[in-house]
């Protein structure tokens, strides 16, 4: 065939290609709460126009799918697709059904977890060459590094997916950089807009159980080989703090949230997180209805912290002896001997009406939302630190481990928005031997000090609430989050793969 003939065909090959919806490929890590902003980050893209592939493991597929992600994609026209990458835990000794962090049973499968899926790079790779063109961007989350060499070897951008909030990873990058995770006391971190103490036990970030050090050490490397930094917070929340991150990497940080206010649907609010609980989203809406405005103290330690059961009493009786409405929600792994789920019993017969244990899972966006919700007594994920400014809910703060401790000092010292029950050491992951209890009566004082209506606490509601209405602001169009989603959509557009060698995980 003469160039001649074969000009016009690339030219048409061409333009259908500048024609077609950008295309970007989602790798979340399979934990809920780095799960659930990528989920809302997926739709929140192909809500804009682009087309959206989600990777992740068979379990976590089906979860989505449960919850109505792919069905309501598809009613909505959007292209949003979930796609299941081959996954084996048994090959490095944990259970089969082991594809979620909340299904690790104990510290010492950590390591294994990981090691199992950065084994996903290879089936990544296969599925990501297949498509034709090749997609115009890998968004991955920062734990994700062996992303990197595919999206490398193939030419395509990648941005990192930081799950917490800004704060803590300049805080983290910075710290990195000069050697402080290496120190047990705390020392000034450099380079922050205020004074920031960290040491190794409390601030330390991801891959702090034995044997995981070289995979963070992947992990900050392929940070540094990315094209930026995807962030779920806002201006109007961290400006100062995404300014100095964006100076220090060096590449754009594309501040896009908080996305759980993309969807304000109230079926998608009830079916985030995870598996159905104890009580229904129906029944927990009719008692929340039957409660004061701002009187219910909402209760919950995320997806993969687990209570010790002297812990849970003093949680339970410190709740019984405040004197307030509450909605607490208990895992049922937490609930393992008979004695547990008895006393539990025994404690909803005396509090029945005023208050209401879930054992499980609830709907959080929609606890958050309701209007009789005052209070939220949480472990700082920056997932529930984040729903509850968006929200306008002050919060009571009971950090246990990774990034939970700095965005404790951003709620409580920079935004005014929380308020210390007083832990001062990190419950690491699992381990049992750590756990030093909070004592019922210092959680009842905290959860009055919390609810009550003195000064303070009226102050913390009206930054809250103000928060809250700078949130909804941002997502809205012309709102910072909105119109740098908009950029980011742009930038990558006529991007796309360009491939540069033959494979990465042969």
């Not at 950065?118 to 090749?134: M, S, T």
């Not at 070897?153 to 050697?179: K, M, T």
């Not at 303070?456 to 119109?483: C, I, L, N, P, W």
Request: net charge neutral; with cysteine.
């Amino acid at each position: 065939m003469s160039a001649s003939t074969m000009a016009p065909t690339q030219q048409a090959l061409a333009a259908a290609a500048m024609s077609e919806p950008p295309h970007f490929v989602l790798v979340p890590l399979a934990a809920h709460g780095h799960l659930i902003p990528m989920v809302d980050l997926a739709r929140l893209l192909a809500s804009r126009g682009a087309r959206v592939s989600l990777l992740t493991t068979s379990l976590n597929a089906r979860r989505l799918r449960d919850g109505g992600v792919t069905d309501k994609a598809a009613r909505a026209k959007l292209l949003l697709e979930v796609v299941e990458l081959p996954y084996s835990p048994a090959d490095y000794g944990l259970p089969p059904d082991c594809q979620n962090a909340d299904m690790i049973a104990n510290n010492a499968q950590m390591l294994p977890f990981f090691l199992a899926l950065r084994d996903l790079a290879g089936p990544f790779e296969a599925y990501v060459r297949a498509l034709v063109p090749l997609p115009s961007c890998i968004i991955s989350d920062w734990c994700n590094s062996w992303t990197a060499g595919v999206a490398a070897c193939l030419g395509i951008p990648r941005l990192f997916f930081q799950g917490p909030s800004c704060f803590f990873s300049l805080c983290d990058l910075n710290a990195a950089a000069h050697g402080l995770h290496e120190d047990r006391e705390p020392h000034v971190v450099p380079g922050m807009s205020m004074c920031v103490k960290v040491g190794n036990r409390r601030a330390h970030g991801f891959f702090t159980s034995p044997g995981c050090n070289e995979l963070r050490q992947d992990a900050v490397a392929a940070m540094r080989t990315s094209h930026g930094a995807v962030i779920n917070t806002f201006l109007d929340l961290e400006e100062k703090s995404v300014a100095c991150y964006e100076a220090a990497l060096g590449k754009p940080v594309w501040a896009l949230g908080p996305l759980c206010l993309h969807n304000r649907d109230g079926d998608d609010m009830a079916s985030r997180g995870g598996d159905k609980g104890g009580v229904s989203e129906r029944a927990i809406v009719a008692w929340l209805d039957k409660q004061a405005p701002d009187s219910v103290v909402y209760v919950s330690f995320g997806s993969v912290a687990r209570k010790l059961p002297k812990q849970q009493f003093e949680i339970g009786h410190g709740l019984e002896h405040c004197g307030r409405p509450f909605l607490w929600v208990v895992k049922e792994s937490e609930l393992a001997s008979p004695e547990s789920r008895m006393w539990l019993e025994n404690l909803e017969a005396r509090t029945s009406g005023r208050g209401l244990v879930v054992r499980g899972w609830a709907p959080q966006l929609a606890v958050l939302s309701h209007r009789s919700v005052g209070g939220f007594v949480t472990h700082c994920g920056w997932n529930s630190v984040l729903e509850s400014i968006a929200h306008g809910v002050p919060v009571l703060t009971w950090p246990h481990f990774a990034d939970q401790f700095l965005n404790e000092q951003l709620a409580v010292d920079v935004l005014g928005v929380g308020l210390r029950i007083g832990v001062t050491m990190p419950i690491m992951i699992l381990n049992d031997d750590a756990a030093a209890p909070v004592l019922r009566g210092d959680i009842a004082r905290a959860v009055s000090e919390l609810m009550q209506g003195g000064e303070e606490a009226e102050e913390r509601r009206r930054k809250a609430k103000e928060y809250g209405a700078k949130a909804r602001r941002a997502m809205e169009k012309g709102g910072d989050s909105y119109e740098r989603l908009t950029q980011l959509i742009e930038s990558f557009r006529h991007a796309g793969g360009k491939e540069h060698c033959s494979g990465v995980t042969a």
